[in-house]
C-alpha cells in the first residue's frame, strides 16, 4: 500500500498564510533575481559526505543546467503548463535543477522524500533515483539519476527509464518558455500556487533570519523539504551549502573553510 507522499510541515503551510508582503512573483522569477547579482558567485555547494563528492555551482552553470531541464521537457517530452512532474528525489544539486527546471517550464510539481515513500499518483514526467525504482508513479517519460560525483552517466539503465544526466546534456543552454509563468500557476500538485509557494520561502527566510550576503548550511537529513533547502535562500538571495550524509566531525571545519553565516535545519 502506497504512503503518503511527504507534505511541507505545518509551520510551512502556515507561513504561506502569515507572510504578506508582494512582488515575489513566481518561481522562476526568484531564481533569476538570485543569480542577477552576480552570476559568476557560487549559488549551490553540493557535500556528500559517504562519497567525498564537492560539487560547486555558479548562479550561471546552475542556471544552464535549469534551461536544459526545463527544454528536455517543453521540447523533449512535449509538456507545459497544467502537466504534473512526479520527483521522488533526495535533496541534491540534481534535483534543484530538476525542481527549478519544472517549474521555469510551468509544471506542477509534486515532490515526495524517497525515503518514506513508495509511490505517489500518476503524472506526466517522473524523476526517481536508481535505488527507488518502485517509488516511481506511473508516467509518459520516465528519468532516473544516479546522482553519481561529476554527473557521470549510469552505466546500465533501468529498462522503462531514461538516464536523466545523459538526456539533459543533449538540450539547449537556455529556455525561453512559450508562455511567461503567472504567479496564479499552480506550484505544487496541492494547488499552492507560484506565489503563495514564494511568499512561504520569503516567511520562512525572514523567520531564520536569512539575507542576500548569506552563506546557508543546510544539512540534507533535517531539511528535506525543497521550500527548505532551496527556495528560501534563493528568495532571500542567499548562497547555499548543501550537506548530505553530513558527517558531524566534519561540520564546524566546513562551517570555516565555505565561510558559512547561517545554518538552516
Known amino acids: 500500500m502506497p504512503l503518503t507522499p511527504y507534505r511541507h510541515s505545518p509551520d ?19 531564481f533569476r533575481a538570485a543569480i542577477a547579482a552576480d552570476p559568476t558567485r557560487p549559488l549551490l555547494t553540493f557535500y556528500d559526505d559517504a562519497t567525498g563528492e564537492r560539487t560547486e555551482l555558479s548562479g550561471t552553470t546552475l542556471e544552464n543546467w535549469v534551461a536544459k531541464t526545463a527544454n528536455l521537457l517543453v521540447d523533449g517530452c512535449g509538456l507545459g503548463p497544467g502537466d504534473l512532474a512526479a520527483v521522488v528525489l533526495p535533496p541534491h544539486w540534481q534535483t534543484a535543477a530538476v525542481l527549478l527546471g519544472a517549474w521555469s517550464a510551468g509544471l506542477t510539481v509534486t ?9 505517489t499518483e500518476p503524472a506526466e514526467v517522473s524523476f526517481v533515483t536508481a535505488d527507488r525504482l518502485a517509488t516511481a508513479p506511473e508516467a509518459g517519460d520516465r528519468f532516473v539519476l544516479g546522482l553519481a560525483p561529476m554527473a557521470l552517466p549510469m552505466r546500465e539503465v533501468p529498462a522503462g527509464f531514461v538516464d536523466y544526466v545523459a538526456e539533459v546534456r543533449g538540450h539547449g543552454d537556455h529556455f525561453r518558455p512559450y508562455a511567461p509563468v503567472r ?5 505544487t500538485a496541492d494547488g499552492t500556487t507560484q506565489e503563495e509557494y514564494c511568499r512561504a520561502a520569503r516567511g520562512l527566510a525572514e523567520a531564520r533570519g ?7 548550511l543546510v544539512d540534507a ?8 533547502w532551496l527556495l528560501a ?3 532571500a538571495g542567499a548562497s547555499i551549502v548543501l550537506c548530505a550524509n553530513l558527517d558531524p566531525a566534519a561540520r564546524q571545519r ?3 573553510i565555505e565561510r558559512v553565516t547561517r545554518v538552516l535545519s
Request: proline share 11%; aromatic share 4%.
Open 254 to 256: 566546513r562551517l570555516e
Open 183 to 187: 504567479d496564479t500557476d499552480p506550484a
Open 221 to 228: 537529513a533535517e531539511a528535506a523539504d525543497p521550500l527548505t
Open 210 to 216: 536569512i539575507g542576500p550576503a548569506d552563506r546557508v
Open 111 to 119: 515532490y515526495a522524500d524517497p525515503v518514506l515513500t513508495e509511490a
Open 12 to 30: 510551512l503551510e502556515y507561513l504561506v498564510v502569515i507572510s504578506a508582503k508582494g512582488g515575489l512573483g513566481n518561481v522562476p522569477a526568484v
Open 233 to 235: 535562500p534563493l528568495v
